[in-house]
C-alpha cells in the first residue's frame, strides 16, 4: 500500500521559516516524481513547488527564491523548507506523487496520483 504523510507544518510570524517533510511508504521518489500543492479555504488548490527524479526542481512563480525543495539522497523523502513566509503563504500543504500536471484544481486529489493527508501552514502576527 503506498501512503504519503506531510509533517512540519505549524503557525509562524510573517517572515518566519518552516520545513515541510513528505515521508512516502511503497514509493521512493528515485522513481516518482512529485509535487506540493497548496489550498487555503475559498481558493483553488495550486501547485507550489515539485521535483523530478533526477532531483530538477520547479517553483511557482509566488513561492520562488523563498521556498526549496529538495530530497537529499532520501530516497523515501522530499523536504521544502520555506523561508520569508507571508500570510498568504497559509493553508493546508499537500504532497503527491506522481506529480500532477495541472497547476490549479478544485481540490487537492486526483485519481492519478497519491496524495498525503496534508499539513496545516499559519502565518500570522
Known amino acids: 500500500e503506498v501512503k504519503l504523510m506531510e509533517t512540519g507544518g505549524g503557525s509562524v510570524p510573517p517572515g518566519g521559516s518552516l520545513r515541510l517533510s513528505c515521508i512516502a511508504s511503497?514509493?521512493?521518489?528515485?522513481?516518482?516524481?512529485m509535487a506540493w500543492y497548496r489550498q487555503a479555504p475559498g481558493t483553488k488548490c495550486e501547485k507550489v513547488s515539485s521535483?523530478?527524479?533526477?532531483?530538477?526542481?520547479w517553483y511557482a512563480e509566488p513561492v520562488k527564491g523563498r521556498f526549496e525543495v529538495s530530497h537529499r539522497n532520501i530516497k523515501n523523502t522530499v523536504w521544502m523548507r520555506m523561508n520569508s513566509l507571508k500570510p498568504e503563504d497559509t493553508g493546508v500543504y499537500y504532497c503527491?506523487?506522481?506529480?500532477?500536471?495541472?497547476?490549479?484544481?478544485?481540490?487537492?486529489?486526483?485519481?492519478?496520483?497519491?496524495w498525503g493527508q496534508g499539513t496545516q501552514v499559519t502565518v500570522s502576527s
Open positions: 511503497g514509493i521512493t521518489f528515485d522513481t516518482y516524481d
Open positions: 521535483l523530478t527524479i533526477d532531483g530538477r526542481p
Open positions: 503527491a506523487a506522481p506529480a500532477p500536471n495541472m497547476t490549479t484544481m478544485s481540490t487537492c486529489k486526483s485519481l492519478t496520483s497519491y
